[in-house]
């Protein structure tokens, strides 16, 4: 890309000659550390997500108008608010003479008086039930008041799907109009807690560099700039405020270092902007996505492969079970370790510019079948991989040691990154740890005489996949420290560059904290290799969020933006507006600049393209529509809407995750159906048209740093039309989509900063600026544009 250098003016030459402040900040924090989201009167901050060693930690400095109080060996420490404190602070820390930051973020929360009238004089109980709540009607109870019945709630900004339970029944808020899709064929009614506007808000573009500072812009209102590098936070010395924004010397330190970071943030007594990430490289700012190698997680494209229905290079391992009740859809396929190696040879994964894979459960499963507890009681074997009855054997179905390690080896060659799929959540009856340890297993038969099996919500850390699947009770600590052990057996003994976790919210964060802590100390400082950890959960953006941090993971599959991309794409009554919203919450939620994984879908879904053709309907049991009738795509317009998705996932932030099939528009209903074998040769054309597609914006995001590090502005959101801007410095992406069954112009507005410069639509569809102001695009029916600008 061609980066030009900002002709400076008189008063910022005049910022550079100011003498730096050193930040003398070392080490002792790996990674960048996540910002601390404050509670309404006090918050715990948990020393040891950020510090290996917190017992050297020799000071901690509040902020104005807050106290602390550390615990025992500075493990955490109490933030107590006294006063009044900014939007935005931090948290000084010196820790073994290098001094470090934690940015705080103040509470945004509201008070919300939820109000229900019932027409029914004789109702005796009313419970709410939503996002706000993790769906457990048990946790918000309304009061009869006057007539009325009444809740009290503190939400932050942001919608919420809810319904109502009367007297034990779900409904939804008859007072209440707006509803969204649930995602599994029904609606719930929809709460919103509005944020400030937009425009009252601070908004940071980044627009220039020389070798010694950088000039970012605001678009929004006024506000104060927060810059760190790495953990320290700059000293006010190092910012210089302009009439548009803001120029920030670069560190000297940054030279020293070979990847070092930037982050920017922008308050005002409303609220917060949008953030900044940056790359440097030995202080200079990466202009190039040649000089990101495989520890820069933003730049990942990850596709997901299910050992068993990928590819067979092994039949002599096939070993199908022999059982009269198993359908061929529940039964092994002879899908192997040495069938994703043979692909990953034949440049099957490198020809569409994927760089990390995502491979299910290997570990040694029961050799027999077993029956579903929930009607109507169908036997499966465990070729998922999810029934293990082994900690530490590789299930010799899939291969064996040698062939594991083999495939290590060849991704690692080829520059791909391999995560593991762990379960730490359950194991199988069959497991030795059942007969030598049945104490770690937690209750099956709850006091009032219910199983606990699958209550998802109400008995979230205890409940059981299924009878003969008993979850362990990961909040005693010998049973975190086996189960921790576990996972780095898998990453010390063969090389795995990280995992996806199953099950993530059903588990005590003292798990994710402890394997966490394991992780940095042998594999991260004590191997030198970076990590990556994403997990898996439905719920609400709170309840996923809440295992995202330095001592957590990384990210997790943003199911909440999935199900509303599925809504909008595929179905055509469903607005953009509602999927423009969802993006936006998400970065409210997870910041900018997030590690969260944007699926195509996943083995636990109905295909995509299932909906988007017709061949499934939103309001039908998908799992049943698998196992009673043949599935097949009923109308070639699902191909367009799915290659609309996949643009999507992969041109927003976070990471793109391609499910195995999806590349090609492979349909299923649910699961099992969603699992069919790959198929690799005799294409139709709308298949071989899809996975063009998706290597063609792969292969852009590959080679944009726009993509990867870029700032996000949505510049048009209507019904049927949806465009989105990436940024960064120099390089602009814009992104346009066309939802509705006939061929509209859409007419965009360009920010400022963007305003000159030639434009390209790299589909091939036309494309204009008028008078530096606008962008003007023909989009044909259910289609999309990615328009560079140079």
């Not at 510049?715 to 989509?737: D, K, M, N, Q």
Request: proline share 6%; aromatic share 10%; glycine share 8%.
């Amino acid at each position: 890309m061609n980066y030009k250098p900002y002709l400076l003016g008189l008063l910022v030459l005049a910022a550079c000659g100011k003498k730096q402040t050193p930040l003398n900040t070392g080490d002792g924090i790996l990674g960048l550390a996540n910002a601390v989201q404050l509670a309404d009167d006090s918050t715990q901050i948990m020393l040891e997500d950020f510090f290996l060693s917190p017992d050297s930690i020799t000071a901690l400095t509040p902020p104005e108008g807050m106290q602390i109080r550390t615990a025992e060996g500075n493990k955490s420490a109490w933030l107590i608010h006294t006063g009044q404190h900014p939007i935005l602070s931090n948290l000084g820390i010196e820790h073994a003479g290098k001094k470090y930051d934690l940015l705080l973020r103040r509470s945004r929360k509201q008070t919300v008086l939820f109000s229900y009238q019932s027409e029914d004089q004789g109702t005796q109980q009313v419970q709410l039930v939503g996002d706000m709540n993790n769906w457990n009607p048990n946790t918000t109870p309304l009061t009869l008041q006057n007539g009325q019945w009444d809740v009290s709630l503190r939400l932050e900004p942001g919608f919420y799907p809810y319904q109502l339970v009367v007297d034990g029944n779900w409904m939804l808020d008859p007072g209440n109009p707006n509803t969204r899709d649930n995602g599994i064929g029904g609606r719930n009614s929809l709460l919103e807690v509005a944020p400030p506007p937009a425009d009252s808000l601070p908004r940071l573009h980044s627009l220039s560099f020389t070798d010694k500072e950088v000039v970012l812009g605001n678009s929004g209102n006024t506000g104060e700039l927060v810059a760190f590098w790495e953990n320290v936070r700059l000293p006010d010395d190092y910012i210089q405020t302009t009439d548009t924004g803001f120029v920030v010397q670069l560190p000297a330190e940054a030279k020293s270092l070979g990847r070092s970071f930037l982050r920017f943030f922008a308050h005002n007594p409303l609220g917060e902007s949008n953030d900044l990430l940056i790359p440097l490289q030995k202080g200079k700012v990466i202009t190039e996505t040649s000089q990101l190698g495989t520890d820069d997680f933003h730049a990942q494209r990850m596709y997901f492969v299910m050992v068993d229905r990928f590819h067979n290079g092994n039949a002599a391992n096939d070993k199908p079970l022999d059982h009269p009740e198993i359908h061929p859809k529940a039964n092994y396929w002879g899908g192997d370790l040495r069938g994703i190696t043979e692909k990953i040879k034949s440049g099957f994964f490198k020809e569409i510019g994927i760089n990390t894979l995502w491979i299910s459960p290997i570990t040694q499963n029961p050799e027999g079948p077993y029956r579903e507890w929930p009607a109507p009681h169908r036997m499966y074997s465990g070729y998922h991989g999810y029934w293990p009855i082994s900690s530490s054997l590789v299930d010799h179905r899939f291969g064996t040691s040698d062939e594991l390690k083999e495939l290590l080896r060849v991704a690692n060659d080829n520059g791909i990154r391999i995560l593991l799929d762990y379960v730490a959540n359950h194991v199988h009856q069959e497991h030795p740890l059942m007969q030598q340890k049945p104490e770690w297993k937690t209750q099956l038969d709850l006091p009032d005489g219910r199983k606990n099996i699958r209550i998802w919500e109400e008995h979230r850390l205890t409940t059981w996949f299924d009878t003969f699947m008993p979850s362990l009770d990961l909040e005693k600590p010998e049973v975190i420290e086996a189960m921790t052990d576990s996972a780095l057996f898998w990453m010390e003994q063969y090389g795995f560059a990280g995992f996806r976790h199953d099950a993530t919210k059903h588990i005590p964060e003292a798990f994710w904290r402890r394997l966490t802590q394991k992780i940095k100390e042998r594999v991260v400082r004590g191997q030198g290799r970076s990590v990556y950890q994403i997990g898996e959960t439905f719920g609400s953006r709170q309840l996923i969020g809440s295992y995202i941090g330095s001592g957590m993971i990384d990210g997790q599959f943003d199911f909440n933006l999935y199900f509303d991309a599925r809504s909008a794409f595929a179905d055509s009554t469903t607005s953009f507006k509602s999927l423009s919203q969802s993006l936006e919450e998400s970065f409210r939620y997870y910041g900018y600049h997030h590690l969260m994984g944007n699926i195509s879908g996943n083995h636990d879904l109905p295909r995509f393209i299932s909906f988007a053709s017709g061949a499934l309907r939103f309001d039908e049991d998908d799992r049943e529509a698998g196992w009673n009738r043949q599935v097949e795509i009923k109308d070639p317009v699902g191909y367009a809407k799915l290659q609309q998705l996949l643009t999507f996932i992969s041109t927003i932030p976070g990471v793109p995750v391609v499910y195995a099939g999806d590349d090609i528009g492979m349909v299923g209903a649910g699961d099992p159906d969603n699992r069919r074998p790959m198929k690799f040769d005799n294409w139709t054309d709308d298949e071989a048209s899809t996975r063009y597609r998706l290597t063609q914006v792969l292969e852009m995001r590959k080679n944009s740093m726009a993509l990867n590090y870029g700032e996000t502005d949505i510049l048009l959101s209507t019904p049927t039309e949806l465009a989105y801007l990436r940024s960064y410095f120099g390089e602009a992406v814009l992104v346009c989509f066309n939802k509705s069954k006939r061929e509209t112009t859409l007419n965009i507005p360009i920010p400022a900063h963007l305003r000159k410069g030639e434009v390209m639509g790299q589909m091939g569809h036309p494309v204009a600026m008028d008078q530096g102001r606008m962008i003007i695009t023909t989009l044909p029916a259910n289609s999309y544009e990615i328009i560079t600008f140079r």
